[in-house]
């Protein structure tokens, strides 16, 4: 299943709009490599690259460049609502969420297994 994600490099670092058609934690690997610090996870969402570049372009102002954005109280506001709605991390087993450390988190009231 392809999946936009939201990823924040660091803890207060920028946010990546990506795509990927893969495992988003085989994605989030490769991007903590190239880029050599943290990666958290902050969403993920059902779509396509044509969603993706939707995204960017609704964001464009916030924009840093190669898919990174700020921080900025609309992107978070759209994480957010990901949340409620109850979209994000959609088909992404808990095991695979990384915290800010790099380190494997697992909620201790998902009840998955």
Known sequence: MSMVYFAQRGYL????????????AKRLRALRSQIQHPVALLATMPGDREEEQMLH???AKHALGHEWF?????????VQ????QG???IGIPQA??????????VPKDSGKK
Do not use: C, D, E, W
Request: aromatic share 12%.
């Open 70 to 78: 700020s921080v900025a109280p609309s992107i978070m506001r759209f």
């Open 13 to 24: 670092g920028p946010i990546k709009i990506g795509y990927t058609r893969g495992h988003v």
């Open 87 to 89: 979209v994000s991390l």
């Open 57 to 59: 372009k609704r964001f």
């Open 96 to 105: 695979t969420l990384y915290n800010h450390f790099g380190k494997t988190t």
């Open 81 to 84: 609502q990901l949340h409620k």
